[in-house]
């Protein structure tokens, strides 16, 4: 089992936000490819946070947004549709779509809105 399946996501979530505010982009947005890509609303996400969800927890709880194998390219190197393990997978998908934002892509395309 790789460590970050086990680590709080509470533990992350601020160093998303950081990443994305140093960049000029909002937390609001954060919440909103997270609500995107895992279905948690605002309350449903606090909760998480608060009870230190494990990255294992959070996605287990999630449900994911059927357009998931639209999410495509690469993260640390690695392509995420090439991601065998199907946790890690869903947790670089994250990686990715935060990525894009802090990059400054619009929100409609990091959401691959039709």
């Not at 490819?33 to 608060?50: F, M, N, P, Q, S």
């Not at 190197?77 to 065998?84: D, I, K, L, S």
Request: aromatic share 8%; hydrophobic share 45%.
């Amino acid at each position: 089992m790789h460590r970050i399946f086990t680590m709080p996501f509470a533990d992350v979530y601020p160093l998303y936000v950081a990443k994305l505010e140093r960049k000029g982009r909002t937390a609001e947005e954060l919440h909103r490819v997270i609500a995107w890509l895992t279905g948690y609303d605002d309350d449903a996400l606090a909760r998480v946070l608060e009870e230190r969800s494990t990255f294992a927890d959070f996605f287990a709880g999630a449900e994911l947004n059927p357009h998931v194998d639209l999410i495509t390219g690469v993260i640390c190197g690695v392509r995420v549709e090439e991601v065998e393990d199907p946790l890690m997978r869903q947790i670089r998908y994250l990686d990715k779509l935060v990525d894009e934002l802090a990059r400054g892509k619009a929100m409609e395309k990091v959401l691959r809105a039709p």
